[in-house]
């Protein structure tokens, strides 16, 4: 049974940075394509970022990217994401998802996702 833990939220003053990383048991790691999602408090949970296990390409949502970079270590069975210029509406609790499949045309897609972390606060101050 796959397993995600996340973990590196915390308070953070706009314009900081923060690592989110998602350590994975279970399954064999390189062979998932891996994602973060958010949401914020009210809101529906957003795509933030993905990587494909197949082609190695990544994904961002228009929001974040040039901010944020996923990435992950195999060897570790751990997924990141750097998140630097943070800004105040990327507070969120931020989600990692796990999916063996590698289909770019709908990698944003929550629905692709089998396994899900329990998520870890983010909150950026102005």
């Known amino acids: 049974q796959v397993q995600l833990v996340e973990s590196g939220g915390g308070l953070v003053q706009a314009g900081g940075s923060l690592r989110l990383s998602c350590l994975q048991s279970?399954?064999?790691?390189?062979?998932?394509?891996m994602a973060w999602f958010r949401q914020a408090p009210g809101e529906d949970r957003e795509f933030v970022a993905a990587?494909?296990?197949?082609?190695?390409?990544?994904h961002y949502a228009d929001s974040v990217k040039g901010r944020f970079t996923i990435s992950r270590d195999n060897a570790k069975n751990t997924v990141y994401l750097q998140m630097n210029g943070l800004k105040p509406e990327d507070t969120a609790d931020y989600y990692c998802a796990a999916t063996a499949w590698s289909n770019n045309n709908n990698i944003r897609d929550a629905r692709m996702y089998t396994y899900w972390g329990q998520g870890t606060q983010v909150t950026v101050s102005s």
């Open positions: 990587l494909n296990w197949q082609d190695a390409s990544t």
């Open positions: 279970g399954g064999a790691f390189s062979y998932y394509s």
